[in-house]
């Protein structure tokens, strides 16, 4: 089981292209921290040129390793990482008040995910908004729990 997962997240990142190089060129700025939590991801879109002001919720990396052998080899059989975050583009470009207690998001791949805002804490769907960030010219909205029920 455990060898199947690690070839099916090697594929996922020689997909995507993620690996050492890429997570190297994934900062936001000179002075930005790694983004070594969605370097995956950030691979993945980086090759799918979207169109500046194009905004997409992605999974921490974690996440995505953390799915079962099923549902990695689901993800790898239909194409890739960047086939499962093209089903999580927004819509509409976002707004500082789509973020907001009660607001629904609609992606491309016909998911909606509401917003739910408690003291400090901004759930999307069933997972919890982490962070917002910009990067290459797209708003990246990062969910940790994105694929928890």
């Not at 930005?32 to 969605?38: E, L, Q, V």
């Not at 953390?66 to 976002?94: R, V, W």
């Not at 707004?95 to 408690?118: H, K, M, N, P, Q």
């Amino acid at each position: 089981m455990m060898t199947s997962r690690l070839v099916l997240v090697l594929m996922l990142c020689a997909s995507s292209a993620c690996g050492a190089d890429s997570a190297a060129d994934t900062r936001l700025d000179a002075d930005a921290a790694p983004t070594s939590d969605i370097s995956m991801s950030l691979a993945a879109l980086e090759s799918m040129s979207l169109p500046d002001g194009t905004a997409v919720i992605v999974p921490l990396d974690s996440s995505v390793l953390a799915l079962d052998a099923d549902a990695l080899a689901e993800i790898a059989s239909n194409g890739s990482l960047e086939d499962l975050l093209d089903e999580f583009i927004l819509t509409d470009p976002l707004a500082d008040t789509d973020v907001a207690d009660g607001a629904v998001l609609r992606t491309s791949g016909g998911l909606e995910f509401s917003i739910s805002v408690e003291g400090d804490t901004t759930s999307i769907g069933a997972g919890r908004l982490i962070d917002v960030r910009k990067h290459d010219g797209l708003t990246i909205l990062v969910a940790d729990g994105l694929f928890e029920s």
